[in-house]
């Protein structure tokens, strides 16, 4: 594996990756930050020359795609920071994403200018108009060539969908629609009409003091266009049918892993909230992310899980500090690969995780910048609980809590994966022969 790194040595705030999505070919990789930045990477063709170039990705686009703004009437201010980013599939020339902040939804065009209009009519070359009493003849413009531009321009802005915070938006296999989801409401909206959207899931109740689970991600089929899924809080996922009814208040599959009643704890319900839920390219089953685990359900048992991943068990018994830092909250995502047989997400101290459904292998790989060099070799990593210590082994209590992995993305054919590591976004490839 080799990786290119985007590196910034002393960072702001506002450069921490919040979102990093691959395009349904894999040639663009988008990643968004906590200043509202899109930052789009392309990915170099191969030239006769220099055939082992293929696969680097260098910065295509920038632009800013949210801005901080004020509700004046909850005297709240709103973020920028980008909170997803997702991939229209490429229908013509230009590329299409959404990407959405807290209350708002934008689709941006990408699009290449390498030409120019000369001779008009009515205007001179610097673009000034033209006296007309000295407009004697027609000209005919002619397209002469300039420097490649690539413009970012926003074609939509889906507003005022939203009363809380927008934690998911998913495109729709009609690629006509998409949702956006927040913590009580999932709205559905067609991409050409921006000042209404239709709400088929709202689970709030009536008195807000009965609230007992929130809406933490959705995501539809990837193909059946009436089908999509929201998992919760409390742990449970809902798979719900929008022909059964406008208003998707009755689940037609409900997948929930009744708890152990011996591991039970203070940390137990938050711990066992779903962070992310992923449907498998071939449609047939789901992934979810809880704070401990990565689970993958078959949409045809829905009494319990068909695989369960530990991702880090060695911090059960560090609970209680992970609580008090916050980290416990954390909203880790998960990735399958282009053939559903892996599995990757995210860990602390720079770690990741891959899960090898097939042979049941698994391994710890590191995002670090000893890492980084180009053709550099991952080596896997082993956190030792308690104990004699190896050493290449690095013990619990020494792993770095404020560097996590929590947004991961992986090519949807390739062996190539994007993991951001707080303002660093490193790509890691295999070997190419």
């Known amino acids: 594996m080799h990786l290119i790194t985007e590196d910034k040595r002393r960072y702001q705030k506002a450069d921490i990756i919040s979102t990093v999505e691959f395009n349904s070919t894999g040639e663009l990789l988008a990643t968004g930050d906590k200043g509202g930045r899109v930052v789009v990477f392309q990915r170099e063709q191969e030239s006769k020359n220099q055939p082992h170039r293929r696969g680097e990705y260098?910065?295509?686009?920038?632009?800013?795609?949210?801005?901080?703004?004020?509700?004046?009437?909850?005297?709240?201010?709103?973020?920028?920071?980008?909170?997803?980013?997702?991939?229209?599939?490429?229908?013509?020339?230009?590329?299409?994403?959404?990407?959405?902040?807290?209350?708002?939804?934008?689709?941006?065009?990408?699009?290449?200018?390498?030409?120019?209009?000369?001779?008009y009519n009515l205007k001179d070359e610097d673009g000034r108009i033209r006296d007309p009493s000295t407009i004697t003849s027609l000209r005919v413009p002619v397209l002469r060539p300039m420097d490649l531009m690539v413009e970012a321009t926003p074609r939509r802005v889906f507003s005022n969908g939203h009363t809380?915070?927008?934690?998911?938006?998913?495109?729709?296999?009609?690629?006509?629609?998409?949702?956006?989801?927040?913590?009580?409401?999932?709205?559905?909206?067609?991409?050409?009409?921006?000042?209404?959207?239709?709400?088929?899931?709202?689970?709030?109740?009536?008195?807000?003091?009965?609230l007992t689970e929130v809406i933490t991600a959705a995501e539809f089929h990837p193909y059946h266009c009436n089908t999509f899924v929201y998992s919760s809080s409390k742990g449970s996922i809902r798979l719900c049918d929008m022909r059964a009814a406008a208003l998707c208040d009755n689940h037609s599959k409900f997948f929930e892993e009744p708890e152990d009643p011996s591991n039970r704890s203070f940390f137990s319900e938050i711990i066992s909230s779903i962070s992310d839920v992923k449907f498998s390219h071939s449609g047939r089953y789901l992934m979810t992310r809880d704070y401990?685990?990565?689970?993958?359900?078959?949409?045809?048992m829905e009494s319990k899980p068909l695989e369960t991943y530990q991702v880090h068990d060695y911090l059960r018994s560090k609970l209680c500090s992970l609580y008090e830092n916050d980290c416990i909250f954390d909203k880790f995502e998960c990735v399958w690969n282009g053939s559903d047989s892996v599995i990757m997400t995210g860990s602390y101290n720079n770690f990741f995780r891959m899960f090898d459904r097939n042979t049941k292998r698994d391994v710890t790989l590191e995002a670090s910048r000893e890492n980084s060099k180009p053709r550099a070799i991952l080596k896997p990593r082993k956190v030792c609980v308690g104990g004699?210590?190896?050493?290449?082994?690095?013990?619990?209590?020494s792993l770095d809590f404020s560097k996590k992995i929590l947004h991961t993305t992986w090519h949807p054919s390739e062996n190539i994966i994007a993991v951001a590591a707080t303002n660093n976004l490193y790509i890691f490839q295999d070997k190419v022969n």
Do not use: C
Not at 191 to 202: C, P
């Open 58 to 119: 260098n910065v295509y686009s920038t632009f800013q795609s949210h801005e901080p703004e004020f509700d004046y009437l909850k005297s709240l201010e709103i973020e920028e920071k980008i909170n997803k980013i997702r991939w229209l599939p490429q229908q013509n020339a230009a590329y299409f994403l959404l990407s959405t902040n807290d209350k708002t939804v934008k689709l941006w065009k990408i699009s290449e200018r390498d030409k120019r209009p000369e001779g």
């Open 164 to 210: 809380y915070h927008i934690n998911s938006i998913s495109v729709n296999s009609d690629y006509e629609t998409y949702m956006s989801t927040d913590d009580l409401r999932i709205n559905l909206w067609h991409l050409e009409i921006t000042n209404r959207s239709f709400n088929i899931v709202d689970i709030k109740p009536a008195n807000m003091e009965e």
């Open 388 to 397: 004699k210590r190896r050493k290449d082994e690095i013990s619990v209590d």
């Open 292 to 300: 401990l685990t990565v689970k993958v359900w078959d949409l045809n």
